[in-house]
T-cell receptor
Framework: DGGITQSPKYLFRKEGQNVTLSCEQNLNHDAMYWYRQDPGQGLRLIYYSQIVNDFQKGDIAEGYSVSREKKESFPLTVTSAQKNPTAFYLC?????????????FGPGTRLTVT | KNEVEQSPQNLTAQEGEFITINCSYSVGISALHWLQQHPGGGIVSLFMLSSGKKKHGRLIATINIQEKHSSLHITASHPRDSAVYICAVMEYGNKLVFGAGTILRVKS
């Protein structure tokens, strides 16, 4: 079955440490996205990539970095510069089928920084 | 003002009730998604629509492009429908903008 894998589901880190969240998809989608979810707020776009070796900042990119070396992988690094890193992080992908676009979301990673 | 507004924020219903969740948006869009998020956090896409109405089982989604409004209806609600329902609009340029979500609880 095709889909998006995010690991781990829960992640705990000490303040000041960088942490990398993984996102892998086997859907052959060109576009991949990272969103952050905070209680009571809609998902906000951190970074996105429309094609391998290219990515763009979203609305809240400060304190985050990404890479897109392979089509199926889009890891997100939460750096120590991110002031409020504790949140739920969702990876998504979008691709084009014969009948239109399809949008998939991963299961998410809940990051807690203390 | 958020670009995507959902109402209500919270909804408690009795099993069997007909449920409506509303979504209004203020920008031009190419499509609108209704998503479901269960307590574990993973999100499932329920519908993507750009006009008219779609139905899948007990779920019905409608959209009125002129009024910039969409509704998600659940008929014969069941406790397993309890989840967060999220409206997201696809702006031109393929950017998704999300509503804050509606927390639905269906009691048996």
């Amino acid at each position: 079955d095709g889909g998006i894998t995010q690991s781990p589901k829960y992640l705990f880190r000490k303040e000041g440490q960088n942490v990398t969240l993984s996102c892998e998809q086997n859907l052959n989608h060109d576009a991949m996205y990272w969103y952050r979810q905070d209680p009571g707020q809609g998902l906000r776009l951190i970074y996105y990539s429309q094609i391998v070796n290219d990515f763009q900042k979203g609305d809240i990119a400060e304190g985050y970095s990404v890479s897109r070396e392979k089509k199926e992988s889009f890891p997100l690094t939460v750096t120590s510069a991110q002031k409020n890193p504790t949140a739920f992080y969702l990876c998504a992908s979008r691709g084009w089928t014969g009948s239109g676009t399809e949008q998939y979301f991963g299961p998410g990673t809940r990051l807690t920084v203390t | 003002k958020n670009e995507v507004e959902q109402s209500p924020q919270n909804l408690t219903a009795q099993e069997g009730e007909f449920i409506t969740i509303n979504c209004s948006y203020s920008v031009g869009i190419s499509a609108l998604h209704w998503l479901q998020q269960h307590p574990g956090g993973g999100i499932v896409s329920l519908f993507m629509l750009s006009s008219g109405k779609k139905k899948h089982g007990r779920l019905i989604a409608t959209i009125n492009i002129q009024e910039k409004h969409s509704s998600l209806h659940i008929t014969a609600s069941h406790p397993r429908d309890s989840a967060v329902y999220i409206c997201a609009v696809m702006e031109y340029g393929n950017k998704l903008v999300f509503g804050a979500g509606t927390i639905l609880r269906v009691k048996s």
